[in-house]
């Protein structure tokens, strides 16, 4: 992109220097100073307010593969949580005005106005294809007075920064406080069906109000709950949300879980949450290369042969085998089968237990942004909520 055909705001210098040594030379978008994280791609097409303030992406710089970015500019309604939580952000074509009735400012601004320092004018197409051969890994954006510092110094602040592996991030994005969403604030007419407890690793607005929806009143509780503080609010169900870091460091969750899973309170889980329970059961969990994130990840429910198209962002994985329904290696928690598969790299995308009341999926089932496929989740665990509500009551009365 030449510097002619840049928005006019775009006349700082800025750089994109990655972990390995490769740079790349663009102009400063939304603040200007330094941003170091991670640097992944997302692949999806529209949705980039909802992609930037997803907590799943603290400590990250989201390169978009999508070339116009901004042009519907940002409002209140569509941010999926109270801030943008990405550390900065890639892109190549920034709009120079939004056009859309919805908009109530632009990107540029709310980028600065939140100190998220980003850069435009750069090739992504050529910035994911080195992710995609090298792997996700540590950078730095660098603009205005940073960005003329040698990047040997540069380079030293993009390799002292901590690694996502064994970064334990879920508290840092938690909510702090409890509180609840009620169905009737989102269209349900009269009492609610079910109450569940939904602990926040990092949950999009959406989530809930999917619930909400439903006639299911949610209890969202800090990432750092215990099962005592989960059975205080004497819950149907219990959700575990998506979530950013590194599973391996969700010592607190697994523990908390297992007692959950023990108790037969039917659960489900999303992203982190999917990860979660794989480390309950005894699987364990890995990096992927490059992670995946977007609108547009095809993945196939096992049982159906129904492929799915699926909003994700993650960039670990549970380690189960996929050759047919196994008993867990925690052995009290019985059989356990991988129900949705990556098209993409056959990486598990879906754990469903056999034996105790509990499913879980890699993705974001409620579409924010991205297509409503996975809708249908929500409905099962209400589903599950019901058979096994009924199943406890059919028990008590046969004592």
Not at 193 to 210: H, N, Y
Not at 335 to 344: A, Y
């Amino acid at each position: 992109m030449s510097e002619a055909s840049m928005p006019a705001q775009a006349t700082t210098a800025a750089l994109l220097l990655l972990e390995d040594g490769r740079a790349f030379h663009g102009a400063s978008y939304g603040a200007q100073g330094t941003a170091l994280g991670e640097a992944v791609f997302t692949t999806g097409m529209t949705g980039y307010q909802e992609t930037l303030t997803d907590p799943s992406y603290a400590r990250q710089l989201i390169v978009q593969t999508a070339p116009h970015i901004g042009n519907t500019g940002v409002n209140d309604a569509d941010n999926e949580s109270t801030r943008i939580w990405a550390a900065g952000y890639v892109v190549r074509d920034a709009a120079r005005r939004p056009s859309n009735w919805r908009s109530e400012g632009t990107l540029d601004n709310e980028l600065s106005t939140q100190g998220i320092v980003g850069i435009q004018g750069v090739d992504t197409r050529a910035i994911t294809r080195h992710l995609r051969e090298r792997g996700a890994m540590k950078a730095g954006i660098f603009s205005g007075a940073d960005a003329v510092r040698p990047e040997s110094e540069l380079l030293a602040a993009v390799l002292a920064q901590p690694s996502m592996e064994g970064a334990q991030l879920a508290e840092e994005v938690s909510v702090q406080e409890a509180y609840a969403v009620e169905p009737a604030d989102h269209g349900w007419e009269g009492e609610p069906k079910f109450s569940i407890a939904a602990v926040d690793l990092g949950i999009k607005a959406m989530t809930p109000q999917r619930f909400a929806e439903r006639g299911v009143r949610v209890h969202v509780l800090p990432a750092s709950s215990t099962f005592e503080d989960i059975a205080a609010v004497n819950p149907d169900g219990v959700f575990l949300s998506n979530g950013p870091g590194d599973p391996a460091t969700a010592d607190t969750q697994v523990a908390m879980l297992r007692a959950v899973l023990d108790s037969g309170t039917p659960f489900f889980g999303i992203c982190f949450g999917n990860q979660i329970l794989g480390r309950a059961l005894g699987f364990g969990t890995y990096k992927l290369r490059y992670g995946h994130r977007g609108i547009n990840q095809p993945v196939m429910d096992r049982a159906t042969g129904k492929v799915e198209v699926t909003s994700q962002n993650h960039g670990f994985a549970v380690d189960a085998p996929k050759d047919g329904p196994v008993t867990a290696p925690e052995e009290r928690f019985g059989r356990v089968e991988v129900s949705h598969i990556s098209l993409n790299d056959d990486v598990v995308e879906g754990l469903s237990c056999l034996d105790i009341p509990a499913f879980s999926v890699q993705y974001h089932p409620e579409a924010a942004a991205g297509p409503h496929d996975s809708a249908y989740l929500f409905d099962r665990f209400i589903d599950l909520m019901a058979s096994t509500k009924a199943a406890q009551t059919e028990t008590e009365e046969n004592k």
